[in-house]
């Protein structure tokens, strides 16, 4: 069964409205990978401080104190707390993937449709 042909200003228009879908998807695309980019950057940094925390063997009194305050377990909650919003990023960045597969696929089949010979 073959499907009736398009007419060249309707196979123009759809076109540009396939091309434009494609960019607003490799856009969104590439901001959440930018925000992946980022909160990963971000984690590093609070993995780094907790490195630099003082341990007991180092200095006894330093120890006590960031312990009596609480700055390690806080920095263990931020860490676990950026990691929970990287996999959050990481979700949206494979659905926004997703979507740019199939605006890939739709142009590749508008494509395929216009190119028919008549």
């Known amino acids: 069964m073959s499907q009736p042909a398009i007419k060249p200003k309707t196979a123009k228009t759809l076109t540009r409205l396939v091309s434009l ?3 607003q998807a490799e856009q969104a695309f590439a ?3 930018q925000e992946v980019a980022a909160a990963e950057a971000v ?3 609070l993995e780094a401080a907790l490195r630099a925390a003082p341990s007991p063997s180092q200095d006894f009194a330093a120890f006590s104190l960031s312990e009596q305050n609480g700055n390690s377990k806080r920095l263990l909650a931020r860490i676990a707390d950026q990691q929970r919003q990287i996999d959050a990023l990481k979700q949206d960045m494979a659905e926004k993937r997703e979507t740019l597969k199939r605006a890939f696929g739709s142009e590749r089949r508008l494509g395929e449709i216009t190119a028919r010979p008549k």
């Open 21 to 23: 879908r494609r960019q």
């Open 31 to 33: 901001q959440a990978r």
């Open 43 to 45: 984690l590093g940094q």
